[in-house]
Every structure is written in C-alpha cells, then in structure tokens.
C-alpha cells in the first residue's frame, strides 16, 4: 500500500471521502491535509490494518466498531502517544480499539469519548 506521503492531492482527498474526514477548510494543500490525517490519528499503521480488514470483512459497522474516539483530559500541553498527538487545540483523537485499551491502562487522564460528546465538539 502506498505510504500517506507518496500520495498525490486527489489520492489524499478520495482517502478523506473513504474516511469520512472533512477536508481542510478553503484552499489547502497536500501537507495540509497530511496533517489533518495525522492530527486524526491516521497513520500508515492503521490505516493498512483499516484496508485489510475492510477488504476482508466489507462492512461499515465493524469497522466503525474497530475504532474509539478518546478524550485528554489532561492539562498537558502536548501529550503523545505511539503516533497520536493530543493538544489543548486537539483533545479528540480516532484511533483502533486496540490502541485505545492500551493507552487508557497506561495513562491517566483520558477517557472513551461519547457519541454526544464528540458531536459536541465538532459542531
């Protein structure tokens, strides 16, 4: 599979559409959107563990189920964890269950967002 970086414009955009991410708001260029991938918590990690099991199990309910919205509740400024970068400016990070379970045994401060909560927050 080809790397997020080594992705044209149109590629990254038919990847938004595939994710159901929003675009970056007015005019924006790939690295724009590199980093609103990044700042999503898609990676080339997970985003291949997201193609194989789509390809495997074809349907949108797993794969919603495979993935969690996590919150910081923490005061950090930045927290990082493997390649999910929380902020102040972003406390909601997408991310697979799995990764999910382990940060939250790790790390105090964090919790499993709710649907309304993140409705909330993107609204």
Same mark, same amino acid.
């Given at each position: 599979? +080809?790397? =997020?970086?080594?992705?044209? @414009? #149109? !590629?990254?955009? %038919?990847?938004?559409?595939?994710?159901? $991410?929003?675009?970056?708001?007015?005019?924006?260029?790939?690295?724009?959107?590199?980093?609103?991938?990044?700042?999503?918590?898609?990676?080339? +990690?997970? =985003?291949?563990?997201?193609? @194989? #099991? !789509?390809?495997? %199990?074809?349907?949108?309910?797993?794969? $919603?189920?495979?993935?969690?919205?996590?919150?910081?509740?923490?005061?950090?400024?930045?927290?990082?964890?493997?390649?999910?970068?929380?902020?102040?400016?972003?406390?909601?990070?997408?991310?697979?269950?799995?990764?999910?379970?382990?940060?939250?045994?790790?790390?105090?401060?964090?919790?499993?967002?709710?649907?309304?909560?993140?409705?909330?927050?993107?609204?």
């Amino acid at each position: 599979m +080809k790397p =997020l970086a080594q992705r044209n @414009k #149109k !590629e990254l955009e %038919e990847l938004f559409e595939e994710l159901d $991410l929003p675009l970056p708001d007015g005019k924006y260029t790939k690295n724009d959107m590199l980093f609103n991938l990044e700042e999503a918590g898609v990676t080339n +990690k997970n =985003l291949e563990s997201f193609k @194989k #099991k !789509e390809a495997s %199990e074809n349907t949108d309910i797993s794969e $919603l189920e495979s993935m969690v919205v996590i919150c910081m509740d923490r005061l950090n400024g930045l927290f990082q964890f493997k390649s999910y970068k929380f902020s102040q400016a972003k406390k909601y990070i997408l991310m697979p269950k799995e990764d999910a379970d382990e940060l939250l045994m790790k790390n105090h401060g964090f919790h499993r967002a709710s649907k309304e909560e993140v409705k909330a927050y993107y609204s």
